[in-house]
């Protein structure tokens, strides 16, 4: 069955980084754009980074533009999300997307994702 399971979340000080993996299986990983979500407490979840499904394309949040990297390896089923620089805002449950059109649209279970000194 389609599984996306992510990892890498944690508590980090401000300033530090994290990298997020979101593990796939169940599907044609290639052929789906792959995109990572946010969804702080009392918040709407927010978009925060996609990635085509070649990789050839990526576009960002503005508030995580500049610290944050998308990226994939569809060897390996797997893409990735290099945070840097984090703020506390950055606290949020990061939750990994994939999209094909009207063929699929999977979602992950979340990893937490805070932001404190």
């Known amino acids: 069955q389609v599984q996306l399971v992510e990892s890498g979340g944690g508590l980090v000080q401000p300033g530090g980084s994290l990298r997020l993996s979101c593990a796939a299986s169940?599907?044609?990983?290639?052929?789906?754009?792959m995109c990572w979500y946010r969804q702080a407490p009392g918040k709407e979840r927010e978009l925060v980074s996609c990635?085509?499904?070649?990789?050839?394309?990526?576009n960002y949040a503005d508030p995580v533009k500049g610290r944050f990297t998308i990226s994939r390896d569809n060897a390996k089923n797997t893409v990735y999300l290099q945070m840097n620089s984090l703020k506390p805002e950055d606290t949020a449950v990061y939750v990994c997307?994939?999209?094909?059109?009207?063929?699929?649209?999977?979602w992950g279970q979340g990893t937490q994702v805070t932001v404190s000194s």
């Open positions: 169940g599907f044609t990983f290639e052929n789906y754009a």
């Open positions: 997307n994939a999209f094909y059109g009207s063929t699929g649209d999977y």
């Open positions: 990635i085509t499904a070649a990789g050839g394309s990526t």
